[in-house]
Antibody, heavy 126, light 107 residues
Framework: QVTLRESGPPLVKPTQTLTLTCTFSGFSLNTKRMCVSWIRQSPGRALEWLARIDWDDDKDYSTSLKTRLTISKDTSKNQVVLTMTNMDPLDTGTYYC??????????????????WGQGTLVTVSS | DIQVTQSPSSLSASVGDRVTISCRTSQTIGTYLNWYQQKPGKAPNLLIFAASNLPSGVPSKFSGSGSGTDFTLTISSLQPEDSATYYCQQCYSAPYSFGQGTKLEIK
């Protein structure tokens, strides 16, 4: 059974650094074609993809946020950590981590978010 | 970056109806497109991957089609539990962007 759970502070002040941890079970980030992504959703807004880390430690980031984001993994603890610097009230929202599986067929590789955590609400306010 | 545009942003339909939601990308992406359903207060749920493939457990009332830049999600025989917001997402290249969502109301 695959589960993911986000944890982190519910409230951060502007300019502070946010650190979120995704703790997962039921799969391993040592397994080929397994990845974990972070996605956020501001209140009443659409989903926004933030970052992804792959089984081979490859990383990708949102273009607009890449200078503020760092993603890392600890496979021994089954955890993925996302840090976001210089937090702003516009960063308020629910942050999700999601298992990202890569579907392979005839040389065609595609990723999708097949399991999600419940999300953690982060409010940025002084 | 690839832009993803959904239409309509909202729609209302009756029980038993069939609806279609469109998704367009700013550049051709083959069939590198996924669809998700999100109910209020819940995390999204994968509905369709690779434009037309249903994950196990997803009812066959959901179907996807399209390739290149134009994609469609079709939901048939609408039921009250289909009331949700639906998102498409391109997985062709990072950053893996989502559409702005389509809110479906069941009358």
């Amino acid at each position: 059974q695959v589960t993911l759970r986000e944890s982190g502070p519910p409230l951060v002040k502007p300019t502070q650094t946010l650190t979120l941890t995704c703790t997962f079970s039921g799969f391993s980030l040592n397994t080929k074609r397994m990845c974990v992504s972070w996605i956020r959703q501001s209140p009443g807004r659409a989903l926004e993809w933030l970052a992804r880390i792959d089984w081979d430690d490859d990383k990708d980031y949102s273009t607009s946020l890449k200078t503020r984001l760092t993603i890392s993994k600890d496979t021994s603890k089954n955890q993925v950590v996302l840090t976001m610097t210089n937090m702003d009230p516009l960063d308020t929202g629910t942050y999700y981590c999601a298992r990202t599986s890569i579907y392979a067929s005839n040389g065609y590789y595609l990723s999708y978010f097949d399991y999600w955590g419940q999300g953690t609400l982060v409010t940025v306010s002084s | 970056d690839i832009q993803v545009t959904q239409s309509p942003s909202s729609l209302s339909a009756s029980v038993g109806d069939r609806v279609t939601i469109s998704c367009r990308t700013s550049q051709t992406i083959g069939t590198y497109l996924n669809w998700y359903q999100q109910k209020p207060g819940k995390a999204p749920n994968l509905l369709i991957f690779a434009a037309s493939n249903l994950p196990s457990g997803v009812p066959s009332k959901f179907s996807g089609s399209g390739s290149g830049t134009d994609f469609t999600l079709t939901i048939s025989s609408l039921q009250p539990e289909d009331s949700a917001t639906y998102y498409c997402q391109q997985c062709y290249s990072a950053p893996y962007s989502f559409g702005q969502g389509t809110k479906l109301e069941i009358k």
